[in-house]
């Protein structure tokens, strides 16, 4: 696979400043995991949001608005749900409405109530708004900038396109809108493999969140400053008293911005950990929720060069990202972003997700059940049928 370094923004002064650095690296100690029982509950309270947002992207853009029932098998792989689509339909009956099509083929399908189609409108508007598009595009933009080819995969962009909050048919929809951002292309020697890469490198993007705010409060910056991570720690965790002299040395160490290319350092240093953290960071500030599935961090470390630095990392700096063991996977949440389990700066996709969340927790009604023939067999649906 073939690289391109992104623009060099440090000085060969600069560049020797940081070879001079000591190389010491962590020291030998282990940092226990503790549970933040604030932000499991961030995490576990948005259990299945992800399936139910992409099972109704996938009714409304159908032309009927609907599927039907007998199709429902395969949505159990293909969205990663925790039972059959149908048990996953009737748990949720304030978000799906199972119901009796119209003859001449009367079968069960599955629609939106009016209340998840309201819902689904106005986020529809937000989605479609100029200032979200240009705020996604530019997130998205950051995102490229982070690599040192300037491109990535389709399949780790989709990986995180909830994340990024992403429309979900954003390469026909968005990056369209964006030809001085975005085209897609070929990943190296592998006609069939395709990749997003950005058009070319946007100065105006290249700063990162924790550089933003240290310039807000100091009037801006020098390179070379010791920006400090905010560090966070639950009630009743302790550091040895090694790791935390270690911390406090490591926080004084000069920040690199992860829109500079810092690979020249040795990667076992403790300056090269820094740099590590402050591209984790950086992702981590570009996800509408400022949260993701560890996997996709590892896997796009990896992608990106950083081998095993992102686990090690998450591992090191507990005070930094957080790691919840919280429905059916792990997942990182960068916890300054939070006030207990609440964001502390909501993004305008996070209060339509948020009333999804409401439908989902609306306790169901009691329903007459009725035994419909599904895919030739036999089977009761707890739903109430009504005609389409």
């Given at each position: 696979m073939a690289m391109f370094t992104r623009p060099v923004i440090l000085n060969n002064h600069f560049c020797h400043h940081f070879y001079m650095q000591p190389s010491?690296?962590?020291?030998?100690?282990?940092?226990?995991?503790?549970?933040?029982?604030?932000?499991?509950f961030a995490v576990e309270k948005e259990k299945n949001l992800k399936q139910i947002i992409?099972?109704?992207?996938?009714?409304?853009?159908?032309?009927?608005?609907?599927?039907?029932?007998?199709?429902?098998?395969?949505?159990?792989?293909?969205?990663?749900?925790?039972?059959?689509?149908?048990?996953?339909?009737?748990?949720?009956?304030?978000?799906?409405?199972?119901?009796?099509?119209?003859?001449?083929f009367p079968l069960p399908h599955v629609k939106l109530t009016p209340q998840a189609l309201t819902v689904h409108n106005e986020e529809c508007k937000i989605l479609n708004s100029s200032n979200y598009r240009k705020d996604v595009a530019e997130r998205l933009a950051k995102l490229l900038m982070l690599?040192?080819?300037?491109?990535?995969?389709?399949?780790?962009?989709?990986?995180?396109?909830?994340?990024?909050?992403l429309p979900h048919?954003?390469?026909?929809?968005?990056?369209?809108?964006?030809?001085?951002?975005?085209q897609i292309c070929n990943m190296g020697d592998d006609s069939n493999l395709f990749g997003l890469e950005l058009v070319t490198w946007r100065y105006d993007l290249a700063t990162s969140d924790l550089q933003k705010r240290s310039m807000?409060?100091?009037?801006?910056?020098?390179?070379?400053?010791?920006?400090?991570?905010?560090?966070d720690l639950p009630k009743g965790f302790e550091l040895e008293k090694k790791v935390r002299i270690w911390m406090r040395e490591w926080q004084n160490l000069p920040y690199i911005s992860p829109y500079e290319d810092a690979f020249f350092l040795s990667p076992n240093?403790?300056?090269?950990?820094?740099?590590?953290?402050?591209?984790?960071?950086?992702?981590?500030h570009l996800f509408v929720s400022k949260k993701t599935e560890k996997?996709?961090?590892?896997?796009?470390?990896?992608?990106?060069?950083?081998?095993?630095?992102?686990?090690?990392?998450l591992v090191h700096?507990?005070?930094?990202?957080?790691?919840?063991?919280k429905i059916r996977t792990q997942t990182v949440v960068l916890r300054e972003a939070y006030k207990k389990d609440l964001l502390a700066e909501r993004h305008l996709l996070m209060g339509m997700r948020y009333r999804y969340l409401h439908l989902m927790n609306q306790k169901a009604k009691a329903k007459r059940v009725y035994g419909l023939r599904v895919n030739g067999s036999s089977k009761h649906l707890g739903s109430s049928i009504k005609g389409g």
């Open positions: 010491r690296t962590f020291v030998d100690a282990r940092v226990k995991w503790v549970r933040d029982a604030y932000l499991d992409s099972l109704k992207n996938l009714i409304v853009s159908q032309p009927s608005k609907t599927i039907p029932l007998s199709t429902a098998s395969v949505y159990k792989t293909i969205f990663n749900l925790p039972a059959t689509a149908i048990n996953f339909f009737q748990k949720y009956p304030s978000v799906f409405e199972i119901f009796q099509s119209p003859k001449p690599t040192r080819a300037r491109k990535l995969p389709l399949s780790i962009i989709d990986s995180l396109r909830f994340d990024l909050g048919d954003y390469i026909l929809t968005l990056l369209p809108e964006f030809p001085e951002y975005f807000e409060r100091n009037s801006g910056i020098k390179r070379g400053t010791a920006i400090k991570f905010a560090i240093s403790d300056q090269a950990e820094k740099y590590t953290v402050a591209v984790l960071h950086e992702l981590m996997e996709n961090l590892l896997i796009l470390g990896d992608y990106l060069g950083f081998g095993a630095r992102f686990k090690k990392a700096h507990p005070g930094v990202f957080y790691v919840s063991n």
